[in-house]
């Protein structure tokens, strides 16, 4: 029961005064932002970074785990009162919860969703104490052609699994690995992409492409299409919930993190998948088919256990691995980068203090959470009114705060805004945002590897096979290139001939 | 990069020759816009594969693979891509424009707006330091909001003022985030 001293020691660190003061403030501004519309965790997590800048490391991952939760809190509050989810996760929140909320039972709506992120938190981060240890300790002999490896499967998975054209998906890929190549090459010092200027020597700094793509890309795009009449969030009360509602929802909380939990952890575009398995389920569960589509309270409560259990997960890969399987989790390595910490399996040997003590707020910040989303749903549902011109010009305002104070250089801000313009170019032509982040994060590590791999042997490509790990892994990785191509067999098989969109 | 290449990339300025022609390829360029993407991706490979073969590699080279590798395989995939894209786009294959809470895709871009954005956006960065981040935050919220279409005189540039004097404290005073203060500073 290592991990449970461990844990222990965590809370010590957690729950000092200072660091519970991080927290607290984590989950409130991380549910502010979170539910306002258009902004999902991605966008709350970059946008907030600079407020971590000043911050040791640990109360600003503290913090950091706090706007995390508190964002997915917040973004299913607007779901289930606009209509209208800021991200494909929160899509299924909003198909039973929003006919909950139109039928008057909002604050049953609410209080499912707040109680299935709890059970679903909690469940998920326990799994995370159980587990992450154990993966760490796995892979702690794992050298550099594993760590190759598993960056090229996360790049993979990353284009094939999301969105619908891999074309487009390589693309975003490629263009993220451009940004990443700016600067000076790590190994030799060698001076790539920088045109001369002084400035590009030092690269491109992660948090910019970060803020760049999500937040001024978003702002940028949304401007260019603003609906000149926003929805209108439906009033709702204090949530609660009756004994029939318990009795039909209890069993969805905890199911929701069985589905949610493994995905998170796996490269598979994060709570997206999860979500709707579990609202598939649920669904084929429920002893009450005829409320389906009409506001069924399962609906609402299993898939946003799962969104919650499937952060839990994701936090695994990447603190054991140093594997982002969403955008938050590649802004959260982005940060971690920033204090010069390498998350990887040494991670939980090197800074057990920083760990334990994220992952003992974790449970600090979902109390925290349920504690402030229940009772005070309604304030935070009038956020949902803020002016449009405000809100998006307060992304602006935000983002060009952060980027400036990364290093106090008002180029950053020019090339923050030239990002930007990318990110409205990849948003109108469907190219996806996530590769290119986890391009830029994940380039120059995947080249330092790539090059120490074939550094050990010498040249030879067999360098980058010689362990059953990095086989297995790049197994999986071929069995994700050919799935479309099998998939495609299949339906042919079965004599539906498809004209080959994709 | 600007926004006009991402509009319609390549149009010609269309000389008065049959107005017929001229319509329908304008169409044809409005309907394959994605192609100025392909193009995009063509130029940067290219910028790329040229930086990688220009480089002088004879420094301390340590290991097999020097610094010229990846970007060469990089470069190689943004030229595979782009003809790969062309030839999807060419097909009637296009990416689709992403959705949101406030996006409203049945209506034309707005790109006043856009531009206007961005034209606060880097005014308000060259003034930050002349002016202090306070002036120069504020200005890049009112001047924000109001190209999105707030035009609430009496309000807006008080809670633009507020807004960015108070992330000012909090950033330089409270969080340890050095910001320039300015002359306004200098005299408060």
């Keep these: 029961m290592d991990a449970l001293n461990s844990l222990m020691d965590g809370f010590a660190t957690a729950l000092t005064p200072v660091n519970l003061l991080w927290a607290a403030l984590g989950v409130l501004l991380g549910t502010a932002i979170g539910v306002l519309p258009g902004i999902g965790p991605a966008m709350a997590v970059a946008l907030l970074l600079p407020v971590t800048y000043g911050l040791e490391p640990i109360g600003a991952f503290i913090m950091f785990a706090g706007i995390y939760y508190g964002a997915m809190f917040g973004g299913s509050t607007t779901s289930i009162l606009l209509n209208t989810p800021g991200e494909s996760a929160a899509v299924v929140a909003a198909m039973e919860g929003n006919p909950m909320a139109k039928a008057g039972r909002g604050a049953q709506a609410l209080a499912a ?154 490269p598979a575009g994060g709570a997206e998948i999860p979500t709707f398995l579990s609202y598939a389920t649920e669904k084929r569960l429920s002893k009450h088919k005829d409320d389906w589509g009409k506001g069924a309270i399962e609906g609402v409560a299993g898939p946003e256990s799962a969104a919650s ?25 982005a940060a971690f980068q920033q204090y010069g910490i390498q998350p990887g399996p040494l991670l939980f040997e090197r800074e057990p203090d920083l760990v334990w003590g994220l992952i003992a707020s974790l449970f600090v910040g979902m109390v925290l959470l349920l504690a402030l989303n229940l009772p005070l749903a309604p304030v935070w549902a009038k956020l949902l009114r803020i002016p449009r011109p405000y809100l ?60 120490r791999a074939l550094q050990i042997s010498d040249g030879s490509v067999s360098g980058l096979v010689n362990t059953p790990f990095a086989v297995t892994v790049y197994a999986v990785t071929a069995l994700l290139l050919i799935w479309p191509l099998l998939r495609k067999l299949v339906t042919r098989v079965r004599a539906k001939p498809e004209p080959a969109a994709k | 990069m600007t926004t006009r290449t991402t509009d319609v990339p390549g149009t010609p300025p269309t000389p008065p020759t049959p107005p017929t022609s001229s319509d329908t390829r304008r169409a044809w360029l409005r309907e394959h816009s994605e192609l100025g993407v392909c193009v995009l991706l063509l130029a940067l490979g290219v910028l790329v594969l040229t930086d990688a073969l220009t480089m002088d590699v004879d420094i301390t080279q340590r290991g097999p693979v020097g610094p010229k590798t990846v970007p060469v395989v990089v470069g190689v995939g943004l030229l595979v891509i782009a003809a790969l894209l062309a030839v999807d786009v060419l097909r009637g294959g296009h990416g689709e424009a992403e959705g949101g809470e406030d996006v409203d895709l049945s209506e034309p871009a707005d790109w006043r707006t856009v531009l206007l954005l961005a034209g606060v956006f880097l005014g308000s960065a060259v003034l930050i330091e002349p002016l202090g981040f306070p002036v120069a935050g504020a200005l890049l919220f009112w001047g924000a909001a109001f190209a999105l279409g707030s035009r609430r005189l009496d309000k807006d540039p008080l809670i633009a003022a507020a807004l960015s004097l108070f992330t000012y404290v909090v950033f330089n005073n409270l969080l340890g985030v050095p910001l320039p203060g300015g002359p306004l500073m200098g005299v408060l």
């Design chain 1, 113 to 266: 969703a707040a109680i299935g992120h709890f059970a679903g938190g909690l469940i998920g981060t326990l799994l995370l104490v159980a587990l992450a240890p154990t993966v760490a300790d796995l892979a702690v002999d794992i050298g550099a052609p594993d760590y190759f490896a598993i960056m090229v499967l996360a790049f993979i998975a990353v284009t094939s699994v999301l969105g619908s054209s891999r074309i487009r998906g390589l693309a975003s890929l490629l263009i993220g690995l451009t940004l990443g190549l700016v600067g000076l090459d790590q190994m030799t010092g060698q001076q790539r992409l920088t045109f001369g200027s002084l400035q590009l020597a030092d690269g491109i700094d992660v948090v910019i492409v970060a803020v760049g793509l999500f937040a001024i890309g978003e702002a940028l795009w949304v401007a260019a299409h603003l609906r000149r009449s926003p929805g209108k969030p439906i009033p709702v009360g204090r949530p609660w919930l009756g004994r029939e509602d318990v009795r039909r929802t209890w069993k969805s909380w905890l199911r929701g993190p069985l589905i949610g939990f493994p995905f998170g952890a796996i």
């Design chain 1, 309 to 333: 259990a499937s952060a839990a997960g994701t936090l695994v890969s990447m603190l054991t691995l140093g594997l982002p399987t969403t955008a938050v989790a590649a802004v959260m390595l």
């Design chain 1, 392 to 451: 998006y010009a307060g992304i602006l305002f935000f983002a060009a705060v952060g980027a400036y104070a990364v290093g106090g250089e008002v180029i950053d801000l020019v090339i923050l805004l030239i990002i930007g313009l990318i990110g409205f170019g990849m948003r109108r032509y469907g190219l996806p945002v996530l590769p290119a982040v986890i391009g830029v994060i994940l380039g120059p590590n995947a080249e330092q590897q790539l090059r």
